[in-house]
């Protein structure tokens, strides 16, 4: 792993009994989900107290359930980031409520230094407010369809109400959905990610809502060739408005946008995947959050690449092409439909063809300093994207993998795939 040189580093003034708190993204909530057939959204750090006779051990874990350790320090007291714009830290308890509350005084680890000096940036952003120990139980407002006839599958677009509560959220993030009833070992089930499809103020503009897209996960049971319904997906998909829905979260810190306005934006998104890239588009361009961020007036670039199997597929279709059409100097849309469209050799047409198509534009815009990359949906579109540039990068000499890794490390290359 990456890791080992910052274990080894930490193990040279550790003895058997120090404590390290790993800081992890991309895990899969436990050992019993990741037995299950069915993706799991990843989004938002864990953190684990390790102690350091398990440092290894913890390790092979962490990359068994699809974790990428990004920070290991030693444990101190665990500080959290809290929404009071400061660089403050707050020791975090758990309230009945499952919310976290903070005795407002900054703590600081053994080697002096502030652990969440380095996330400062990113310290006004909300986490975590419900526990699913003690979860928001939100309403279903409505529930509609958006695969349109004739298309693969069922897609719906949820929105919640959050009135009552304290469910405050940014574009980016995701909430966790608990369903009803116990699991096959008689456990209650445990919570689902799903990427938030609304911008801060919701859908009807009045910060009182939240929205979703959720497919329904469907798939062949491998051993008696049964079909399966995934147990979250289909209970969101079959809300009535009125219904209860247990909320927590919000979590995620991996997908925010850049408070710059003239930044631009690359987004690309299968199915689903689609949900961040909306609210990101929302906050851009619909004219009632215009006109609720009076601070945030989008002035830049964004292109959006949509892959999808059929015309029917394609999610919030009309509204994304009336953005084109109102704003075509600031917004591009192309599309990927898979099972209508060919690739140059034939083949299907996959996002990972349409960003090889257009692979010296996208090289010429990512190499600009103000450009960032978004990438959600299915996992195997990843090495596509990545061969594309590679073949684009080396027409100037460059090793895409090097200039990718100084992409992350500057905060521009936005990942959440499953």
Known sequence: MNNTGAVEGAAITSDGSRLFIYEVVGLRQSD??????????????EFIKVPYSRMNQEMRRITRLGG????????GILELPFGNGSNQTAVATI?????????????????????????????DVPV????????FIGKCISNEALVKEGGIGLVQHLKFDLTGGDLRYIEGQSIGIIPPGLDKNGKPEKLRLYSIASTRHGDDVNDKTVSLCVRQLEYEHPETKEKVLGVCSTFLCNLKPGDEVKITGPVGK????????????IMM???????????????????????????????GFAWLIFGVPTTPNLLYKEELE???????NNFRLTNAISREQKNPSGGRMYIQDRVAEHADELWKLIKEPKTHTYICGLRGMEDGIDA??????????????????????????HVETY
């Open 388 to 413: 594309a540039l590679t073949a684009a990068a080396a027409k100037e000499g460059i090793t895409w993998s090097d200039y990718q890794k100084d992409l992350k490390k500057a905060g521009r290359w």
């Open 95 to 123: 309230e009945g409520n499952g919310k976290a509350t903070s005795d407002q005084q900054p703590k600081k680890s053994k080697e002096g230094n502030s652990m969440t000096q380095a996330k400062a940036k990113h310290a």
């Open 32 to 45: 019993d989900t990741d037995q299950t057939s069915y993706p799991i959204r990843k989004s938002g750090s």
């Open 68 to 75: 990428k350790i990004v920070s290991i320090q030693p444990a």
């Open 254 to 265: 991996e997908m925010l946008l850049p408070e710059d306005t003239d930044a631009k934006v």
């Open 128 to 135: 975590n407010i419900y526990r699913p120990n003690a979860p």
């Open 269 to 299: 998104a299968t199915g689903t995947g689609i949900a961040p890239m909306r609210a990101y588009l929302w906050r851009m361009f619909k004219d009632a959050e215009r006109a609720a961020n009076p601070e945030y007036q989008f002035n």
């Open 322 to 328: 009336e953005m084109q059409q109102r704003y075509p």
